[in-house]
């Protein structure tokens, strides 16, 4: 039985419920329809509820059978969260590119890559090594331009950290 089908939260019965009377009156492919399923198993459910690896699975089965690259970037997209919660960066970093080769306007996957490169400049800061986390803060600095360029007034904290480290043009 699909993980949707069995998870007690309202508000995703509600996605689900709402989700498959869609599938049923837009007019879909059988492969899209299961591609969606597999979607939405991975990320209403298994992954909302710390299930990553059974989310990955719904995931990789998803990119298997979808064939839109905008959807496809959702999709690569949710994987790179899961790498990234499970603190696996440069894998999460090669899932968020990959996302953003099938839809560059993905201001969230600019900015979650530029909160992991912060991070590791953080680090760098840590181990007493200043080029290093000046190279890793200026790559943060352009992801975040990006991601800001895209949604203007989102992403407050990262546009005063630019200005307060004079990044910002």
């Not at 198993?41 to 979808?66: I, P, V």
């Not at 080769?101 to 201001?107: K, Y």
Request: proline fraction near 4%; charged fraction near 20%; aromatic fraction near 14%.
């Amino acid at each position: 039985m699909p993980r949707s089908r069995i998870n007690g939260n309202f508000i995703d019965k509600t996605f689900s419920i709402i989700a498959n009377i869609l599938l049923r009156i837009i007019p879909t492919t059988s492969g899209e329809k299961e591609a969606f399923t597999y979607y939405r198993d991975g990320a209403m459910s298994a992954q909302s509820e710390g299930n990553y690896a059974e989310a990955l699975q719904n995931y990789y089965e998803a990119m298997r059978l979808e064939i839109d690259p905008y959807d496809r970037s959702y999709i690569l997209y949710n994987i790179g969260l899961i790498h990234t919660s499970n603190g696996e960066h440069t894998k999460a970093l090669e899932y968020y590119f990959r996302a953003l080769e099938r839809n560059p306007f993905l201001p969230q996957a600019f900015n979650n890559m530029a909160v992991i490169c912060h991070y590791r400049g953080e680090q760098a800061v840590r181990q007493g090594d200043s080029e290093i986390a000046e190279a890793w803060f200026d790559q943060a600095a352009e992801y975040w331009k990006q991601a800001i360029a895209l949604t203007p007034g989102n992403y407050i904290e990262a546009h005063n950290w630019l200005k307060i480290t004079k990044r910002f043009e």
